[in-house]
């Protein structure tokens, strides 16, 4: 029970750090493809639902059962392009509307992470071939204090400050930043602060991407 508490006192990102050793004792290094299943009946069912079956769906909140449900707001500050993306009319930018994590329900590292944005633009999303990783300041850029998502995590239970057009987001974003040694800067949308974790080797961190690019003028015309 004492060691119980001692997780459920700790915040993102150190619960990376407690969550990567159960992440490295049940799951094999994954890559962005669609792999193989693991074979025990929690995994099946959790694939079967379209949640995260590395984990067996523990990721509660995040890894629900898609609906047919498109994520909406009424914040006059963001324009749904109908496509897939998002553009923020405050800054300009143009995101990606469902993030890695939404969309695969695989963790990811940084060095991965580039061919994720590579396949973006091969895919033309939304019509765009110059996606990219965001940095750490225009991610910090949707993280709003007044707006709350659920997002929980095993037993702890978090709120995304980030606005509901995005969905059922994830909590922590890899920024285009990278840090000394084999290390890259993230951004937390529970506490809202940047973050450093290792951009490879056999663990996935907690992070994943949210895809942004710069305007061409078009989106706003639709406004």
Request: glycine share 6%; with cysteine.
């Amino acid at each position: 029970m004492a060691n119980i508490n001692l997780l459920r006192r700790q915040t993102l990102p150190a619960l990376e750090v407690i969550f990567l050793s159960i992440a490295l004792a049940v799951v094999p290094s994954t890559g962005l493809a669609d792999e193989t299943v693991p074979d025990n009946p929690a995994a099946q069912q959790a694939k079967k639902d379209k949640t995260d079956y590395e984990f067996g769906g523990q990721i509660l909140t995040l890894t629900d059962p898609k609906t047919d449900a498109a994520p909406s707001s009424d914040n006059p500050r963001f324009q749904d392009n109908t496509n897939g993306t998002v553009t923020d009319l405050e800054t300009k930018l143009i995101w990606v509307q469902i993030d890695s994590y939404q969309t695969r329900k695989q963790w990811i590292n940084w060095h991965k992470a580039q061919d994720y944005i590579r396949e973006l633009n091969e895919k033309k999303i939304g019509g765009a071939i110059n996606w990219r990783l965001p940095t750490r300041k225009e991610l910090a850029t949707l993280y709003d204090e007044k707006l709350s998502i659920p997002w929980n995590y095993y037993w702890t239970k978090n709120e995304l400050h980030i606005d509901p057009i995005f969905g059922k987001s994830h909590c922590c974003y890899w920024s285009s930043e990278e840090a000394k040694g084999d290390m890259a800067w993230g951004y937390n949308y529970i506490r809202g602060k940047p973050y450093l974790s290792m951009k490879g080797g056999i663990q996935h961190s907690l992070s994943v991407i949210r895809a942004v690019r710069d305007n061409n003028g078009s989106e706003l015309a639709k406004k």
